[in-house]
């Protein structure tokens, strides 16, 4: 119930964040920076302070294990020997050092996330005209994944961060973010392609085209094969060979990708109303983009988690792409149609919870707040 309660409690002060009257916002300055923070205050208590939570924890209890018996010189090279990036090794050592525990890394880990994560938001939406919005999306199909994913939903957090650069055409600053935020998770070097693909305006019917054919080639495609071509490239890049192991998925595409698919092939089409250099363009592509890709990379684990660098981008690309059909026929049924998805994602939000009473190998149910 913690999950539900915290959300609520977010909900609630996003709200407040939202209200306006005769469409000026009710709460400015100081005020509205608290109630932000309070919107922020559950999310970051819930991945700072967790005790043994998330499919990884024991994952990272052991390297912090490591690491406390480890010197400052040693990290370099027990980074190459256990392919975790030395600067993540390096905040394991600060908290063995200053006798705070693993929880200390929980704590940098969630603080870096929400800043980043906050300052995103900002920078596409300054004036929270689609807070609440993208605050339900981001508890509905970012926060479990960050519960697991420790490191790199810190690297998703600055790698969103960094697409304000794509919009603002600045390369060498998009390259200095994105090797930031490698210093946690390294797979996010991946997504310097992104910096050419997110500014395009993808057209429709390619789009669909591709998307279908996508979907049909899933049942014959693994991400093996690319692994593979990727793997030839940088034969010493143990995150790769590791997939090879991973967890495996069964069926993964079902109804809500389908909603997916229908709804960005329908932003596509009326992308026309806006210009492409428009900054809100980005996360748009970040999310059609994600839907495109989904079929063939979600079987595995660590491809799917690929896919949350772009996947974030739904917390805006939905309001975003809503905004859009202001210009239509069907401009009258933007705010029903906001309401339909707001509902969508905290049904979705339910059922994830509900999986994490069903699935206690998951470790999110029952939640467990660190040990004194």
């Not at 390369?171 to 973010?177: G, K, N, P, S, T």
């Not at 998925?249 to 909603?259: D, K, P, R």
């Not at 363009?281 to 896919?307: Q, W």
């Not at 859009?324 to 979705?348: M, N, P, T, V």
């Amino acid at each position: 119930m913690i999950y539900i309660y915290s959300f609520l409690f977010c909900i609630y002060f996003a709200i407040l964040v939202n209200i306006r009257k005769d469409n000026k916002k009710v709460f400015k300055g100081k005020t509205e920076k608290i109630f932000i923070m309070l919107t922020f205050a559950p999310l970051f208590v819930l991945y700072a302070f967790r005790g043994e939570v998330g499919i990884d924890h024991q994952s990272y209890q052991e390297i912090f294990n490591v690491v406390q018996y480890s010197n400052l010189k040693e990290l370099p090279k027990l980074s190459d020997k256990i392919e975790i990036e030395t600067f993540f090794l390096f905040i394991n050592y600060l908290g063995s050092k200053w006798g705070f525990g693993i929880n200390f890394v929980y704590f940098i880990c969630s603080a870096l996330t929400f800043l980043f994560i906050y300052k995103a938001i900002t920078y596409y939406d300054n004036e929270r005209k689609y807070f609440i919005m993208s605050i339900i999306i981001f508890y509905s199909q970012m926060f479990f994944s960050g519960l697991d994913a420790v490191r790199q939903i810190v690297a998703i957090a600055i790698y969103f961060y960094s697409t304000k650069y794509i919009s603002e055409r600045k390369l060498y600053l998009f390259l200095i973010w994105l090797f930031i935020a490698s210093l946690f998770h390294s797979s996010v070097l991946l997504l310097l392609p992104t910096y050419f693909i997110l500014r395009m305006r993808i057209k429709p019917i390619l789009y669909i085209i591709i998307s279908v054919a996508f979907l049909l080639l899933s049942k014959v495609f693994t991400p093996v094969i690319l692994i593979e071509s990727v793997s030839s490239i940088f034969p010493n890049w143990k995150y790769l060979s590791d997939i090879y192991n991973d967890v495996q998925y069964g069926e993964t595409i079902g109804s809500v990708y389908f909603i997916h698919l229908v709804t960005s092939s329908v932003f596509l089409i009326y992308q026309k109303k806006v210009g492409s250099n428009n900054k809100e363009i980005i996360p748009i592509n970040m999310y059609v983009l994600y839907t495109m890709l989904y079929p063939l990379i979600s079987p595995f684990l660590s491809t799917k988690r690929l896919l949350y660098y772009l996947f974030i981008g739904i917390c805006l690309g939905i309001p975003f792409g809503i905004e859009r059909l202001k210009d239509s026929k069907l401009a009258k049924y933007r705010l029903l149609i906001s309401i339909i998805y707001g509902l969508l994602f905290i049904l979705l939000f339910l059922s994830s919870v509900k999986s994490g009473y069903s699935n206690p190998q998951w470790y999110h149910e029952p939640y467990k707040f660190m040990k004194q």
